[in-house]
Every structure is written in structure tokens, then in C-alpha cells.
């Protein structure tokens, strides 16, 4: 190609930009080329442009959407947090519960002896009721009682 083709190819890409800047219909070689528009390629200095993001402008997107989201959710969690704070739901509903705690299993052991204490007492009674007690006091009474039975039986008889 020579200087003077360059030249006149310089020429009509030049024309055709300005018809296309004025947004009219490009006529090369007498075909009617329909208006491109040129968004990622700038025709004057026929390099590829940068991505903008001023260009785009979305309105619909989660970003937006979530907004916010967040502050909303720190200003409930500091209200909760303020509800919270209050001293009857701060102190238990039984004040005593860990002395309870820490006493059931000393109690359990109290608990079962004083189970077999009261079975030996009322065994004990028992016993001493029938006249056969193993403990002094027992053995005393119920001898008491057969000497009484006994001299009532005596006076019946004379």
C-alpha cells in the first residue's frame, strides 16, 4: 500500500468517523453500514478502552439490597444486648441452686442412712411389742409387761 492509498484510507475513516459521531448512517463503498457503537473500542486512537464502572450503574443488586442490612442488624443486637442487661433476668430464679447442687450428694448418703435408721427402729418397736428386743430397754419392758400379765393372770386364778 502506498502513501497516497494510507492517505485516502486515513480520509474516509475520518469522514466516517465524524457521520458516526453525529450519529448519522456511514456510506462506505456505497454500501449504508448500519451505526456500531463503539463501547470497549475508541475509534480515534483505535485502542480498546478501560472498563469504567461509573458507566454501569445498576440499581437491582445484592449489594444494594444488603445495604443496609448490617447496621440494622447491630443496632437489634445492641437493643437485645441493653434488654438483657437487666438484673432479674441476670439473677437465677432459686439464688441457692449451686449450695443445692453441691449439698445433694452429701444428702443422698444422709439420706439412706437415715432410711436404715428408721427400718431399725421400727423393727426395734416390733420387737420389743413380740417381748423379743435385743436392746436393754426393750428387754425391760417387755418383761415389765409379762410380770403384769403374769399377776393379773395369778389374781384371776384365786
Do not use: C, Y
Not at 418397736?125 to 417387755?142: F, I, P
Amino acid at each position: 500500500m502506498s502513501l497516497a492509498e494510507a492517505s485516502e484510507a486515513r480520509k474516509a475513516r475520518l469522514i466516517a468517523l465524524r457521520k458516526r459521531k453525529a450519529g448519522e448512517a456511514v456510506d462506505v463503498n456505497g454500501v449504508v453500514e448500519p451505526l456500531i457503537k463503539n463501547r470497549n473500542f475508541d475509534p480515534e486512537t483505535r485502542t480498546l478502552k478501560k472498563r469504567v464502572q461509573e458507566d454501569v450503574v445498576m440499581e437491582d443488586t445484592v449489594e444494594n439490597q444488603v445495604k443496609g442490612l448490617a447496621e440494622q442488624i447491630i443496632a437489634e443486637d445492641e437493643k437485645r444486648r441493653a434488654q438483657d442487661l437487666d438484673v432479674f433476668n441476670i439473677a437465677p430464679k432459686r439464688p441457692n441452686w449451686d449450695l443445692r447442687r453441691e449439698m445433694e450428694k452429701k444428702l443422698a448418703k444422709l439420706e439412706r442412712r437415715t432410711q436404715e435408721a428408721i427400718h431399725t427402729l421400727i423393727r426395734q418397736r416390733l420387737a420389743a411389742q413380740k417381748g423379743e428386743s435385743d436392746d436393754l430397754v426393750g428387754a425391760m419392758k417387755a418383761e415389765e409387761r409379762q410380770n403384769a400379765s403374769g399377776s393379773l393372770s395369778d389374781e384371776e386364778e384365786d
